[in-house]
């Protein structure tokens, strides 16, 4: 079973930036796809991007270009650097195994506001 600590959320204004981290415990970290996903009031839990264990990445078209995923395998922990934030960045941002399983447990996620 792994367990997730996200970290790193806060409010910040249109236009700035935040860097999220994802303390991970348990073995499956180094084998597996780890992902950022978010969650914005209302709408279903969506993937965000993700990156390999061989350090491949791949965002999701809304994040493209402002997001840079990477990990730290000997720490089991995944960032998420996010520049430009806009409005409809603002969610909780969770980090799991990609693909994520329906019995996957989910940490407790970060806050990520964006607003003025």
């Known amino acids: 079973q792994v367990q997730l600590v996200e970290s790193g959320g806060g409010l910040v204004q249109p236009g700035g930036s935040l860097r999220l981290s994802c303390a991970a415990s348990g073995s499956l970290f180094s084998r597996n796809a780890m992902g950022w996903y978010r969650q914005a009031p209302g709408k279903q839990r969506e993937l965000v991007a993700y990156i390999t264990s061989g350090g491949g990445t791949y965002y999701r078209g809304f994040v493209k270009g402002r997001a840079t995923i990477s990990r730290d395998n000997a720490k089991n922990t995944v960032y998420l650097q996010m520049n430009s934030l806009e409005p409809e960045d603002t969610a909780v941002y969770y980090c799991?195994?990609?693909?994520?399983?329906?019995?996957?447990?989910w940490g407790q996620g970060t806050q990520v506001t964006v607003s003025s």
């Open positions: 799991n195994v990609v693909p994520a399983p329906q019995s996957a447990d």
